[in-house]
């Protein structure tokens, strides 16, 4: 099953914007991972944050986490259009690799 | 290979069929992991490989599903006795022991017709 939601579901700007996206999450979390997928297929890595951690930087990636609000942020600053795809954040706790993934944002960049 | 590669990238199956899919992690990968994303969804956790311990098999969802790896190398995933409800991609993903960070492959798209 779904650890949570991400909101919201469709993003679509223009490039040079920022784009917003959040993640909720139902359980304590030892890491919360951000994934893109291009096309419906393979999930690239972007960024990890553990728990004890509340933002993270990675290029024009922003990740804050707010372990007490059970949620988190991805900000992609400066978009363009190479940005378009569908998002992800996925979680993993206890001793479980496994990761556990939100419903994903599409978001599209428009040139 | 550089990545982790899988095969066949599409199957179209009648119902009632069984079907095997393909995962090559990548070299040096302990863990393995099987998921399943259904159209427009994100990805549902089937199945977990690391070295030679027994897999955690908690997310699969009926005893018509089943995975084997034998070492660190190769993992089949088989369906039986497919049904339309099994249509989806199917992906495959490694790990190194000590980080969580998962490389996934471009996963397998199945059609149950």
């Known amino acids: 099953s779904q650890q949570g939601e991400e909101d919201p579901q469709a993003l679509s700007i223009q490039e040079g914007e920022n784009a917003t996206m959040n993640c909720s999450y139902k359980?304590?979390?030892?890491?919360l991972q951000w994934y893109r997928q291009n096309s419906g297929r393979g999930l690239v890595h972007l960024i990890l944050?553990?728990?004890?951690?509340r933002e993270k930087h990675s290029g024009r990636l922003r990740v804050t986490l707010d372990t007490s609000k059970k949620s988190s942020s991805l900000l992609i600053t400066a978009s363009r259009a190479a940005d378009t795809a569908s998002y992800f954040c996925a979680t993993d706790r206890g001793s479980a690799r496994q990761l556990t993934f939100g419903s994903g944002t599409q978001l599209t960049v428009l040139p | 290979g550089a990545g982790v590669s899988q095969s066949p990238s599409n199957k179209v199956t009648e119902k009632g069929k069984d079907v095997e899919l393909r995962c090559d992690p990548i070299?040096?990968?302990?863990?393995l992991y099987w998921y399943r994303q259904r159209l427009g969804q994100g990805l549902e956790f089937l199945i977990y490989?690391?070295?030679?311990?027994?897999?955690?098999k908690s997310g699969l969802p009926s005893d018509r599903f089943s995975a084997e790896r034998t070492g660190e190398s190769v993992s089949t995933l088989t369906i039986q006795r497919t049904q339309q409800e099994d249509s989806a991609v199917y992906l495959c993903a490694s790990s190194t022991r000590d980080r969580n960070i998962q490389y996934f492959g471009a996963g397998t798209r199945l059609s149950v017709l």
């Open positions: 944050i553990r728990s004890n951690e």
């Open positions: 359980t304590s979390i030892n890491n």
């Open positions: 070299s040096g990968h302990t863990a």
């Open positions: 490989f690391q070295g030679n311990s027994a897999p955690d």
